[in-house]
């Protein structure tokens, strides 16, 4: 069980990532972890401080949602997650937030258009939009799934609401957040101050294929899940 105290520990130290880079407020946002070769996930617990998400407070679902091991009810987006996991076996990890300026792309369901380098790098094209949801059930799930699959983007912009991310592990998809709002942010002011540049479609592909394939520390495994 050692690894499972490992995870708790990962995930409740990440969580830390998402205020440090002002991506959520009060007890908004989420991230969760995939035990690897079980049917299981660590993920944040509900309705809890920032402050206080230690190793301790994280609690473990099934990916039905169901809580399996823990002192707190799990986080309310418990089932978009676990929809995630059970429809995508190569994603490790997965996180919400309603970082403001992804979120304000959302709520005009509008998709962030490819005009930077870093966008190019990690999604690889368009941040894209998915469909209006309500929490509970597994719609939100399938909206994330729905508009990933096929797609090169691990972040999601869901409609009215704010964004999703995935990656081969936890800490792959808070990157993926961090980045989400970082090129959000710069988009938004672009267009405030002019009219951006488009980046042609080839060379967005060869940024792409650079960044996942070479960049980075050697024996830094590609991201390869999608
Ligand atoms: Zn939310």
Redesign the pocket.
Known sequence: MNELRELRETVARLHAELTRYGLVAWT??NISARVPGRDLMVIKPSGIDYDELSADAMVVCDLEGVLVEGDHAPS??TAAHAYVYRAMPEVGGVV???SSYATAWAARAEPIPCQLTAQADEFGGEIPVGPFAL?GGDDIGKGIVSTLAGHRSPAVL?RN??VFTIGRDARAAVKAAVMCEDVARTAHLARALGRPLPIAQADIDSLYHRYQTAYGQPHHPAKEIR
Do not use: Q, Y
């Open positions: 908004a946002g309310s987006d919400h937030t309603h929490i869901m609401h704010g």
